[in-house]
Structures are given as C-alpha cells and as structure tokens.
C-alpha cells in the first residue's frame, strides 16, 4: 500500500520506468504530443528508488507497473475523488494524463476516452467557455472582476466558473475586499459533510446576513444557519436531465412531490424570474430544460419516448474514439487537440501563461512524517478520510433506518497489530485525533489496514439526536474533517486540502 498523498510520485516514477526504458508509444508521441524532452528531463528527478522512499511502494513494483501499463495496449488509468481532493490535485492529475499521452491511450477503445458533454448540450456551466456560450462575454468578464479568488489565481479565472472556496471563508472573515451579505446553499451539507474546518466555516458563516437552504433534509447545516429552508423533491419526483458525459439522459417523475416540495430546478427558475432585470423566457422547467437540449437537436419528450437517453450519434464530436484525426476536438475543425499547440501539452502552454510550472511535480503534503517530523511525534498515524459506504452518498441517507441497520456508525479502520498496541479491541470506541481536535468512532481491526493508516468515513452526523445548535445532529462528536485543516489548496488554486494524508492519534475511550 502507497503512503496517502503520494499518488502523484507514483505517476513520475511510472513516467521515468516508462520513458527510459523506451517502452512509450513512439509514434503517437511525435505525432500528437508537445515537450516530450522536456517532461523527459523533469521525470529523472523521479527514479524509481526514489519514489519508494516516498510512496513506500518497493521500486521494483514500480518498475513492474510501469511495463504492465505501457506494453499491455490498450490501458487505461482511472481516478476518482481522493485525486483531485489532493492539495495539488491539479498537478496529480496532469501526472497521470501524461501516462494515457505517452502511450497512446487516449480516445482509443480500451484506454482513457476524452470526456465531453453528451451531444454538447450544457447541464451546469462550470467552464469559463461554457458560460461564455451561455451568456456572452460581458458578463464573464463582469463576474471575474468580482469572482472571490479569481486575481488570486489566474486558473481560476481562466478555467472555471466558481469561486476559490477556501479565499471565500477568508473574505467572509475579514469583510475585505467586500463583504458578503447572504448565502444560497443547495444540495451541499457544508457543516456536516463537505467542508474542511466545518467549525471554521460554521463562525464565517454566522457572519452572514441572510442564508437560504434547499435540500431534502433537515441537516447540521441547514440547522446551524439557514434563515429560510426550501424542502426539495427527490429525483423520483421532478423533470430533469443530464448531460455530462453520456448518454444524454432524461429524468421523468414517478410520484407527486410531496407536500410543498419543489424541484431544485422550480426553486431556482422561479427565483431567475424575480431578480432577472429581463423576462426569462421560460414558464415551465421543461421549457428551460428543452432550450438546453436543442444544441443536441432533441427535447425532453423525444428522449423520454426513447425509454429517457440516447448516446451521440456516430460523427458527433462527443463520441469517441480517434476525435483528434477527424477535426472533431478543435473549433477550427483541424486534426489535433483543443490546446495552444494543437497537440497535447507534456509541457502546458497555459499553465506557462498562468505563471504555473508547465510540467507536472511532487508536492509533500503539508502535514506529515517529512514536513513536520516534530507534529508526527505526537501523532504518528496517517489519517486518510473519506472511506465510502455502500449504503451512504457524502454524508446524505443517514436518517433512513434500514440503511442504519447496515452501516449503524462511524466506524474506522485500523490495523490489527496497531490496535493491538494500542490495547484497542474490535468494536470499541476511540477517540482519533489531530492537532485541530478530536472526534469518536468505532474501530473496525483489520489486517489489511497499513500499520501506519488510520481510514475513515467522512460525512457523519446523527439525526436521531438534538438538531438545535450547539449540537447540531453531533456533527462536532463524529465528523471527520474537524479534524482536517484549510489554506493547503495547490499553486492553480485548484485540489482540496489534506483529506488524505493529515497525522492524527488514536486512542480508546475509556468511559
């Protein structure tokens, strides 16, 4: 098992076992792709012995992974969420994108296809390109002047359209360069599930004047800030649609709402129409939705009558496979890629112009064995949060009993030898704690934990108990990421905080 946080040096090494021994995809690398020399001389800081000092995966292993990878085509290497919660998720990521580049899997049946949203059609606009097709220039250029991070961070404001959430609590804070007066906060538990620092974010929030919650629960965060709570419909009960990635997809409703609860697409169209300076052209959700779905040159009742989705069509440019041969991934309608080169980018011209470094690196996590020996003493179990339940989304369901009686309570995992010098048996309470706080869960002793990792859940509250602040459904008692901290975000203002790779102590609860 590698050291939580190191996945990106596991990808150098890769990268190094890869390309000094020859085994990339020649071809494809003069062909299509841009700073190949230069990744190649980045990628000997990283020999594979190297790497084991800092992933604690045997070099050998690495070299192993690194030939099964590239001599067996197609490959293909997916990533979840622990990767782009990294600090330098952004960086992680771009490691791992030059390995599908180097040996040719990308796009190709069997390897890592390029994602796009389904037909082109445009759920939430998350890109700085997708909100400029939306709603011009202008506007873009209007929100960035105000955008809470955006001159911070050229990434952000170049690449997304959101704010840089951990500036944001620091400007909630310090009222400067503005202050912020509300906050509208739909499907997102942010005191009891999303957030880094909840109690950090919980007295930021308190700052604020007025907070609307939509959700489908009661919640600690809806209890600890809302002035007014909107209860929204579940999926079985609305119309709406999805597009990223594929098939286009329809969702039609199986039941009524329940009593006074309206989709979250009703809540916010209804909201557009009172604040919008010009008429919004819509007066129903399907008439937004089928004004979505015309770039895909069909509506909401053709897709319904083809049993809800329907995949792109052969030719269309979100359709894989081999799009870079056939024009189908450039404005221009020219073989290649959608970057400055027209090739993809070993060597980022964007993230140059960003003032970023434009090849991928290791980053040690900010807390750990190597960056802060003197805190380790004290705690010298790695804390790697997040753990999924099968029964459990993020920190959503855990008021559903039977879904109770299968995951009952927060519960870690430890290894067997660890607990057991520890004098911690199966089942018992602890206390895990960091330098930021302590909460309780139950051990699970296994031998397949890492003698140095403690693993657990995130999103933990309990709605069985008293929703009333200051207890909040115990959010402070079990919520895992009041041990975690803020302000570790990467260089591109992008990645998470140190989620999977803090130090913490374990110890049993005695009483």
């Known amino acids: 098992q590698n050291r939580p946080g190191t996945d990106g040096a596991i990808a150098l090494g ?60 197609p490959s293909a290497i997916q990533w979840g969420e622990p990767v782009d919660a990294m600090p330098a998720g952004s960086v992680v990521a771009q490691a791992i994108n030059h390995l599908w580049a180097i040996t040719g899997n990308i796009d190709n049946p069997g390897g890592n296809v390029i994602a796009k949203n389904s037909h082109g059609v445009t759920t939430y606009p998350f890109s700085s390109a ?37 500036v944001l609590i620091e400007q909630l804070e310090t009222e400067k360069p503005y202050k912020v007066h509300g906050a509208w906060i739909q499907t997102s538990n942010i005191i009891g599930g999303q957030a880094a620092d909840p109690r950090r974010h919980y007295e930021a929030m308190k700052k604020l004047d007025f907070v609307v919650v939509v959700d489908l629960f009661q919640n600690p965060t809806s209890m600890a800030l809302a002035d007014i709570f909107l209860p929204a419909v579940t999926f ?12 286009l997809c329809v969702t039609q409703p199986a039941i009524d709402p329940v009593g006074e609860c309206k989709s979250d697409w009703e809540i916010n169209l209804e909201m557009a129409k009172r604040l919008a300076t010009n008429p919004i052209p819509y007066d129903t959700v399907k008439d937004l939705i089928n004004d979505r779905l015309k770039d895909g040159n069909t509506d909401f009742d053709t897709l319904a009558a083809k049993g809800g989705w329907e ?38 011209k964007r993230y140059e112009e960003w003032d970023l470094d434009p090849l991928p690196y290791y980053e040690e996590p900010a807390e750990s064995y190597v960056s802060t020996p003197d805190v380790a003493k004290d705690y010298p179990l790695i804390l790697t949060t997040g753990r999924r339940s099968p029964v459990f989304f993020h920190s959503e369901h855990r008021m559903i009993p039977w879904l109770r009686e299968l995951d009952p309570d927060p519960t870690c995992e430890i290894n067997d030898k660890t607990a057991a010098e520890l004098c911690i048996s199966n089942g018992e309470w602890v206390y895990i704690e960091s330098r930021r706080g302590k909460i309780k869960m139950r051990a699970k002793i296994t031998a397949t934990a890492h003698p140095k990792v403690v693993t657990a859940p995130h999103g933990w509250w309990l709605p069985e108990t008293d929703g009333k602040a200051p207890n ?3 959010t402070w008692d079990h919520n895992i990421n009041n041990l975690t901290s803020m302000g570790n975000q990467g260089k591109s203002g992008f990645g998470g905080t140190d989620y999977r790779s803090s130090l913490c102590r374990v110890t049993k609860i005695k009483d």
């Open 130 to 166: 997708e909100l400029t097709k939306l709603y011009g220039e202008e506007l873009v250029k209007k929100l960035n002047e105000k955008r809470i991070g955006a001159n911070d961070y050229p990434m952000i404001k170049n690449f997304r359209g959101w704010v840089q959430p951990d």
């Open 311 to 348: 995949f792109p069509p052969e030719g269309d440019p979100t359709r894989p496979y081999y799009r870079y041969e056939k024009g189908l991934l450039r404005a221009d309608k020219q073989p290649g890629f959608d970057t400055p080169t027209g090739k993809i980018e070993l060597y980022s």
């Open 472 to 474: 909040l459904f115990s």
């Open 236 to 247: 079985c009960e609305k119309e709406s649609f999805r597009s990223w990635w594929q098939p």
């Open 14 to 73: 890769m990268l190094n076992v890869i390309i000094n021994e020859g085994i990339y995809d020649k071809e494809f690398v003069d062909k299509w792709c841009y700073g190949f020399d230069e990744l190649k001389e980045r990628i000997q800081e990283y020999p594979p012995e190297k790497v084991e000092e800092i992933t604690w995966v045997p070099a050998e292993l690495l070299r192993k992974a690194g030939r099964l990878y590239a001599q067996n085509k």
